[in-house]
């Protein structure tokens, strides 16, 4: 069964320039992604990116690289997008078969490559034809604005249960999707019609869109890196 991760690496960052190549805990962002994938078990890994510094960086972490064009690189492209393009010169120019994509976010850096390799066990041996990472939500409560009137979301603020009788609810944490290719093609889309879902720690669901959040996940990933001796 071969699962492709695909790890999209545009250069344009207005938060922190050059985002996806920062040092992060001693190794540029990128390659704890290239190094989860490998380790998680995918078959193999491709960046894409419109960056050649980029590029040259994934090549060296041991990444193969495709050239993402530039109408595809804007603030408006969508990731699917992207992953079609990639998809598309994989199994055209490269003639790799592909069963599952594996689509990481670098700025996800916190996880483990357990979590990456418990969602392909999963995608391989179930029904589903998409999964996307997830934590659980607990003593969070929802709130947004209807008609300027403020309204809650996840739960009835008129009736509010103890925790203990609250329905589990999980928040998509954004940190990798798995997708079969043909769900991609037939709906433009990361989810088909079988979804499901890889539960991973709370504190694993921050990203990194600003310094702030540099900060706060060097904080975690060196706590982990001490727990864990990686």
Request: proline share 3%.
């Amino acid at each position: 069964m071969n699962v492709v991760a695909i790890i999209l690496a545009r250069e344009g960052s207005k938060g922190v320039p050059k985002k996806n190549i920062i040092d992060f805990c001693g190794k540029p962002l990128i390659e704890w992604t290239i190094r989860h994938c490998k380790e998680g078990g995918s078959t193999s890994v491709w960046v894409s990116s419109d960056s050649f510094e980029i590029l040259k960086i994934a090549k060296n972490c041991g990444a193969n690289t495709i050239l993402r064009p530039d109408d595809l690189s804007q603030d408006i492209s969508t990731s699917e997008s992207s992953w079609l393009h990639a998809l598309n010169y994989i199994e055209k120019e490269v003639n790799e078969k592909i069963d599952w994509i594996l689509a990481p976010q670098i700025t996800s850096p916190i996880r483990e490559s357990s979590d990456i390799k418990k969602g392909i066990e999963l995608a391989i041996n179930s029904k589903y034809d998409s999964l996307f990472s997830s934590s659980i939500v607990e003593d969070l409560f929802f709130w947004q604005y209807e008609n300027n009137n403020l309204c809650s979301v996840n739960y009835d603020y008129r009736n509010r249960k103890r925790r203990q009788d609250a329905p589990k609810q999980f928040i998509e944490n954004g940190s990798f999707y798995l997708f079969k290719p043909e769900v991609l093609k037939k709906y433009n889309n990361r989810f088909g019609k079988r979804i499901g879902k890889v539960e991973m720690e709370f504190w694993k669901m921050f990203e990194i869109d600003s310094y702030n959040d540099v900060r706060m996940c060097v904080a975690l990933m060196n706590e982990f890196l001490m727990e864990n001796k990686q």
